[in-house]
């Protein structure tokens, strides 16, 4: 069992759909992470969190909107999609800056398809 | 791009080591190797990291060549479960604002 939850585990959308993944972790972590992940590819980075601070922005599309509403929380946000954004969506959490380059946790994602 | 290099896939039989190969020749002074799994369906699992001594922990063996430039991930006794993709990191950590970069990994298929 993961300690990081998502959900939806899936989503189906239409292209003007506004839509939101949630993430939740109980760990005490600092930073979190929202991978893109497309079918037989690995994870790719999107955002990174710090202390509830985007400290990361891989140049990703505006109509993907993170929040960290507090250090258990990661939401994103999807507004005006477009097929090709239908993948899996990955979020992790680590213990953050500070704390011992330790690993990232996992969860097992949701399963976004757009219409 | 990944900094990492890795078979696209091996045959390991069941109740047999599995040795996972990695090369890393332009791995830096601050750069951990890091090593997660993914089975399908599922999202990606911790399974050890190091930076330049040899690691052990329950799951699995992580051995770095004294010049770092490479690297192996021992599964000691492989199991049915062990079925995944397995991929090879090397990120700064916290240095890098704990950025993990995937290569695109070995698929690993354990046979009965």
């Known amino acids: 069992d993961t300690e990081v939850t998502q959900t939806p585990k899936h989503l189906v959308m239409g292209m003007t759909n506004k839509k939101s993944l949630k993430c939740e972790q109980h760990?005490?972590?600092?930073?979190m992470y929202w991978y893109k992940q497309k079918a037989k590819k690995p994870p790719e980075l999107m955002f990174v969190?710090?202390?509830?601070?985007?400290?990361i922005n891989e140049s990703v599309p505006s109509r993907f909107s993170p929040e960290c509403p507090n250090s258990s929380l990661l939401n994103l946000h999807l507004h005006a999609l477009q097929p090709e954004d239908s993948a899996l969506y990955l979020c992790?959490?680590?213990?953050?800056?500070?704390?011992?380059?330790?690993?990232?946790?996992f969860g097992d994602g949701t399963r976004l398809s757009i219409l | 791009d990944a900094k990492t290099t890795q078979p696209t896939s091996m045959d390991c039989a069941e109740g047999r080591a599995a040795n996972l190969p990695c090369n890393h020749s332009?791995?830096?002074?601050?750069?951990?190797v890091y090593w997660y799994r993914q089975i399908h369906s599922q999202g990606p699992q911790y399974i050890i990291h190091?930076?330049?001594n040899n690691e052990t922990n329950e799951m699995a063996s992580l051995i770095i060549t004294e010049d770092r430039k490479s690297s192996t991930l021992i599964l000691p006794h492989a199991t049915l479960r062990d079925t995944a993709v397995y991929y090879c990191?090397?990120?700064?950590?916290?240095?890098?604002?704990?950025?993990?970069?995937f290569g695109q990994g070995t698929e690993l298929s354990v046979k009965p």
């Open positions: 992790a959490s680590s213990q953050g800056p500070g704390r011992g380059n330790q690993p990232q946790h």
């Open positions: 760990m005490g972590h600092r930073a």
């Open positions: 332009t791995i830096s002074g601050n750069e951990y």
């Open positions: 990191i090397v990120s700064a950590g916290d240095n890098q604002g704990g950025k993990l970069i």
């Open positions: 190091g930076l330049k």
């Open positions: 969190y710090s202390y509830e601070k985007l400290s």
